[in-house]
């Protein structure tokens, strides 16, 4: 059974830091693309970023350039998302999320973000 | 970026037909994907490249379309359908999200 179990939400201040993590389970993690989707709340979902099978190649929204960076350990089968320079506007649900085709086939439960003094 | 815009709430009775619709603000070709969302939980992925079922979804899901115009149909809705459904595009970078459509039963 594939499993995604995302943890490191919580509250933080504005303009600090943060570091989500995924952990996979249930395939074969270092096959697959992964991808961080976030939902404000009582808002839609939005793609965060996405880092190839291998590590190789990362992409990110315009809106966190720069502050976010995706990565990931295929040894440990996790997915990592550091999150600097934090402002209210990130305050969503973080979820770790499988490719398929372009498609999510995968996602966790999901992990609170609150970006708030 | 690719925008896809969506009715914002639809209410049907169980039984009935359904079809939900996304328009692209440009081509995404069949890469269209139609996801659901029950309150408190993470979506699920429903029909991936415009028209094909995932795996474990029930039949009365399906999808169609290309281009910039899609259509997911329920037929027919329960009870259990009750939901937001989301489609997305990966056509275009970046990847997006229409608003969602609220479907509730009467």
């Known amino acids: 059974e594939v499993q995604l179990v995302e943890s490191g939400g919580g509250l933080v201040q504005p303009g600090r830091s943060m570091k989500l993590s995924c952990a996979a389970s249930g395939f074969t993690f270092n096959n697959y693309d992964m991808a961080w989707v976030c939902q404000a709340p009582k808002k839609g979902l939005e793609w965060v970023a996405t880092i190839s099978y291998d590590g190789s190649s990362t992409y990110y929204r315009d809106s966190v350039k720069g502050r976010f960076t995706i990565s990931r350990d295929n040894a440990k089968s996790t997915l990592y998302l550091q999150m600097d320079s934090l402002r209210s506007e990130d305050t969503a649900t973080y979820y770790c999320?499988?490719?398929?085709?372009?498609?999510?086939?995968?996602w966790g439960q999901g992990v609170m973000v609150t970006v708030s003094s | 970026d690719t925008v896809l815009t969506q009715s914002p709430a639809l209410a049907v009775s169980p039984g009935e037909r359904v079809t939900i619709s996304c328009r692209a603000s440009e081509s995404v070709s069949t890469l269209m994907h139609w996801y659901q969302q029950k309150p408190g939980q993470q979506p699920t992925l429903l029909i991936y490249?415009?028209?094909n079922l995932e795996s474990g979804v029930p039949a009365r899901f399906s999808g169609s379309g290309s281009g910039t115009d899609f259509t997911l149909t329920i037929d027919p809705v329960e009870a259990d359908d009750t939901a937001t459904y989301y489609c997305?595009?990966?056509?275009?970078?970046?990847?997006?999200f229409g608003g969602g459509t609220k479907l509730e039963l009467k």
């Open positions: 490249l415009a028209s």
């Open positions: 997305q595009q990966s056509w275009n970078d970046p990847p997006t």
């Open positions: 999320a499988r490719h398929n085709y372009g498609s999510y086939l995968y």
